[in-house]
């Protein structure tokens, strides 16, 4: 939505020249969900990765939870002569003219768009480009999220890139740095009380990694 949120904190966690990283917190106007972005952006690399993690702060469930992710890109520099593609492999919607761009998350979307202009500031969204691609088209792809049921004090996220490439080959392999898709926790979200400990397992899958050192 694009109301009823409230400004909490902005905090700038890192910034050198290896790394800027931003933490955004907000809550819905009533203060039952909180809302925290983290921004990461690599000065060396062609993403911003975005982990979103929603808390119900409050005392009784928040059902049926929407997020939405989206993009308007107006690829170098104009937007009449865009292409835009779904891809669900890496559930994203790439956009590309002379160079390509991305909006891909580690998540499943529920429903991806490639025309979200009239879904991104309302909870229902409609798949208006049913078809894998489209050319010459003002797009603006949105990736839907529904997350279902929130109990108090629990919370639950999602994490989504923004990438770009000057070839489709090298965004793919932008994408899947800025999301990690080689490593995996499960949970993914949660809170540890202090002074006790919980156990979380990483997998990690290197098949299609090139040697080399990954953090």
Request: glycine share 6%; net charge negative; charged share 25%.
């Amino acid at each position: 939505i694009r109301s009823g949120i409230t400004a909490v904190s902005y905090q700038v966690l890192e910034n050198n020249p290896n790394a800027l990283i931003v933490d955004v917190v907000t809550r819905t106007s009533e203060g039952s969900l909180k809302i925290t972005r983290t921004f990461v952006f690599d000065p060396d690399d062609r993403f911003v990765r975005v982990t979103t993690e929603l808390e119900n702060e409050g005392a009784v469930d928040l059902q049926d939870i929407v997020f939405k992710s989206y993009a308007d890109w107006d690829m170098d520099g104009d937007f009449a002569d865009d292409s835009f593609a779904y891809d669900t492999v890496r559930h994203m919607i790439r956009a590309s003219d002379a160079t390509h761009a991305a909006i891909a998350s580690n998540e499943i979307p529920t429903l991806m768009d490639i025309d979200g202009w009239g879904d991104y500031d309302q909870r229902e969204t409609v798949v208006d480009i049913t078809a894998p691609s489209i050319t010459a088209y003002d797009g603006m792809p949105i990736l839907h999220f529904e997350l279902g049921t929130l109990a108090p004090g629990t919370m639950t996220g999602v994490t989504t890139a923004l990438a770009a490439g000057m070839d489709p080959t090298q965004l793919n392999d932008v994408v899947e740095r800025a999301l990690m898709i080689w490593i995996s926790a499960d949970p993914l979200t949660g809170t540890v009380a202090a002074g006790s400990s919980e156990e979380i397992t990483l997998t990690i899958d290197a098949t299609d990694l090139v040697p080399g050192e990954y953090e």
